[in-house]
């Protein structure tokens, strides 16, 4: 790791309060420092808390607690129209590319929007902007000029991540950009980011559920579960030589390409645990295979283990 990081994530908390008095512990004491250049992939289930994790990042929601430095800047500290223009630096793709896209804009409109919001170029330089990254994103110029309801799943998204590209950001936020898309289109669009991380030499936080698809594009991974980072490593050795229960669970039910080969599954029991009232001791020994009672009491202390002792960290208490 380098000593100075593009995004560092420091203890970061979200508690949602809710009537009656309870909390939604959706953050608990997050942790993560990022290269730049460097693609980082958050996995795990729906309810672990990634996409709370991204919004408090970019400080669509307030944390709790924790703190977030980008280049080195403490974000917490800025006022909001200073995280305004910041967020020139950090975009986001979302999940849902038409709930994204006004309906009422032209495509050329809703990509020349960050463009006059942070009042770059003029008129006619930012239209031969629009036209650069539409063609950047393999779709024609004719695009600008047409709605969003005109264009398919896998087009809308296209046309997010030009959205996403147009105010130059250092780090870009993906949301489970992939996961309302057919498998086919899947492929398409995740070789269109892994272009545009080259070409660009962007920074990737890349959310998904899916560990196959994180594992393709990442070049470390982060194993969340119920609102903390169980495992974190290199992708490569996250997927040779898991070393959390949760994450080895998660391995398994990625399907084997190779014909004839099959891995044994792990079928957890249960689902994620209400967030308001989280489980005493490690948050996910209601459901793991392996626990012993430690596991019931103790929250397990994160741990540096492998070859690579600074690179590959756990949070379990059979390691």
């Known amino acids: 790791m380098s000593a100075d990081p593009l995004l ?4 970061l908390t979200k508690h949602f309060p809710i009537k009656g008095g309870g909390v939604i512990h959706a953050l608990n004491g997050v942790s993560l420092a990022q290269n730049k250049g460097e693609t980082i992939g958050i996995v795990g289930e729906s309810g672990c ?5 991204a919004r408090v990042i970019l400080r669509l929601i307030e944390p709790t607690a924790g703190r977030v430095k980008f280049e ?6 800025l006022s909001k129209p200073e995280m305004r223009a910041k967020r020139r630096e950090i975009q986001m793709i979302f999940q849902d590319p038409f709930a994204s896209l006004d309906p009422r804009f032209t495509i050329g409109a809703a990509i020349e929007e960050p463009l ?3 009042k770059l170029g003029d008129k006619k330089e930012r239209q031969v902007k629009v ?21 398919s799943g896998g087009q809308r998204q296209r046309i997010g991540i030009a959205r996403a590209l147009a105010v130059d950001p250092k780090l870009i936020i993906a ?5 309302a898309l057919d498998v086919s289109i899947q492929s398409q669009v995740l070789n269109l980011l892994v272009k545009l991380r080259e070409r660009l030499g962007l920074s990737f936080l890349f959310i998904s559920h899916d560990l196959a698809v994180v594992r393709y594009i990442s070049d470390r991974i982060a194993v969340m579960y119920l609102g903390q980072i169980v495992e974190f490593g290199e992708a490569d ?12 669970a998660l391995i398994s039910a990625v ?15 249960g689902d994620v645990h209400d967030p308001e009232t989280p489980p005493s001791g490690c948050p996910f020994h209601p459901r793991c295979p392996k626990a012993i009672a430690i596991c019931q009491t103790e929250i397990p202390a994160k741990k540096s283990i492998g070859p690579d002792a600074s690179g590959h960290i756990v949070r379990c208490h059979l390691q």
Not at 237 to 248: G, K, S, V
Not at 255 to 269: A, C, D, K, N, S
């Open 255 to 269: 399907p084997e390409p190779t014909p004839g080969r099959r891995q044994q599954r792990i079928v957890l029991e």
């Open 49 to 53: 808390g990634k996409s709370t994790l």
């Open 237 to 248: 050795t996250i997927y040779r030589d898991a070393a959390h229960p949760y994450t080895e």
């Open 8 to 11: 560092e994530v420091s203890d």
């Open 131 to 151: 036209h650069e990254l539409l063609a950047m994103v393999g779709l024609g110029a004719d695009a600008a000029s047409r709605y969003p309801h005109e264009f």
């Open 72 to 77: 080195g800047q403490d974000l917490m500290t």
């Open 175 to 179: 949301d489970e950009p992939v996961s």
């Open 116 to 118: 006059i919001i942070h």
